[in-house]
């Protein structure tokens, strides 16, 4: 493509506004404001509840699909009740949103930068989509995107790494050349919204560990050296950091990580999911208050149970089982920290797969499928 840059735009909740549907429900509903709003809600969550569930039953319905069970389970669900006819027309009407009052302007001032290639990437059907452009007005600047890419010609929704690799390709890109989402420490340094819920727990948190770990420098590290030195001579020095930080890592787990961080935690994950776009999914299981500039104090108190991860008696009695392979020279600590990382690697989405509602048998095929990159992570990460 032209430019060396490529913008691609979600359609639905991005450039186009729902207003436009919740005005034909309060229509529908008598003006009855609260319930057509409230069945507005529900559909949107159930129609990206749907796409999330298809995707992890490994099937695909279209969006149009989608879109119309989403609307029927939310009036079910609601307690409402609508003839077929205006059901009709709500789906006629979801072809013809309006935009935000902000885009059209962003539109324009694209259009003046030619090093950025703009792209529509939606899981609307080819067809819903140019319906949305052509009969609001984006038409006006149809011409300045230079591609419609749907998940529908993928057969699977976003957030399928597929669907990404399809916009790669149609774009002209690398998959390397997609830019990382989720940038680990450099992505929290540089959104400020989440440093207050670093100070307020992970810095003493942070603290505590850094005293317990200089304790076993001190007191255990040279007694251990001493022990590994009779087996690996002097790969002992390096082999006995592995085993204290190893043996840190376990009493900081047991002691704090599972009481005093895991709230903190949920609280950061659900932040960036809803500063990406993904509040829906957030709603899945707390409260999240209308728009505001501080993501996190949009969020609620949790409707559900909420957890990072599930604290595991289990993996931190294999982890200690496991420490003494640092005994083994050369191979035991790669051993030690590809064994760990096998273990512990799915517990980092413990939640995600909670906001999507797995089920047990669900959560291990998402496992399996990714085994290889669980441990990869969580081994180059541990101790």
């Not at 979600?10 to 436009?20: N, P, R, V, W």
């Not at 592995?242 to 009493?251: H, K």
């Not at 728009?291 to 982890?319: C, H, M, N, W």
Request: glycine fraction near 6%; include cysteine; hydrophobic fraction near 45%.
């Amino acid at each position: 493509m032209a430019g060396d840059i490529v913008l691609a735009f979600d359609i639905y909740g991005t450039l186009l506004s729902f207003e436009t549907v919740i005005h034909e429900l309060e229509r529908c509903f008598g003006n009855d404001q609260a319930r057509a709003r409230t069945v507005s809600q529900t559909w949107r969550r159930y129609q990206l509840e749907y796409t999330w569930r298809l995707n992890s039953m490994g099937r695909y319905l279209s969006f149009w699909d989608v879109t119309k069970n989403a609307l029927l389970h939310a009036l079910d669900d609601t307690g409402s009740s609508l003839e077929s006819n205006e059901i009709e027309h709500l789906m006629a009407t979801y072809n013809s949103l309006s935009p935000f009052p902000d885009v059209e302007e962003a539109l324009d001032r694209l259009a003046d930068l030619p090093q950025i290639t703009p792209v529509i990437f939606s899981n609307g059907t080819l067809d819903m989509v140019s319906n949305c452009v052509d009969h609001s007005t984006l038409s006006r600047h149809k011409a300045l995107f230079k591609d419609t890419i749907s998940a529908d010609e993928v057969g699977q929704y976003k957030p399928a790494p597929a669907v990404y690799k399809h916009l790669a390709e149609r774009v002209g890109k690398t998959e390397s050349g997609l830019k990382e989402i989720w940038l680990g420490v450099y992505y929290f340094a540089s959104h400020r919204y989440l440093w207050p819920l670093f100070k307020t727990r992970l810095i003493p948190i942070v603290l505590l560990s850094a005293f317990i770990y200089v304790l076993l420098f001190l007191f255990a590290y040279l007694p251990q050296v001493a022990f590994l030195s009779i087996f690996q001579g002097v790969g002992a020095w390096v082999n006995g950091a592995f085993l204290v930080l190893g043996e840190g890592a376990a009493i900081v787990a047991a002691l704090f990580e599972a009481f005093f961080v895991d709230e903190t935690l949920v609280d950061i994950f659900d932040s960036v999911l809803v500063s990406e776009g993904h509040g829906e999914l957030v709603t899945m299981s707390r409260v999240l208050y209308p728009q505001g500039d501080d993501v996190v104090k949009r969020l609620g108190k949790p409707t559900k149970s909420a957890v990072y991860a599930p604290f595991s008696l289990r993996q931190i009695v294999e982890f200690v089982v496991l420490l003494p392979l640092n005994f083994i020279p050369v191979a035991g600590t790669p051993m030690f920290l590809v064994l760990t990382g096998y273990r512990a690697g799915p517990f980092h989405h413990w939640r995600y797969f909670q906001l999507l509602d797995l089920s047990k048998p669900q959560r291990k095929e998402r496992v399996r499928r990714r085994q290889l990159q669980y441990t990869t992570w969580v081994s180059t990460l541990s101790p």
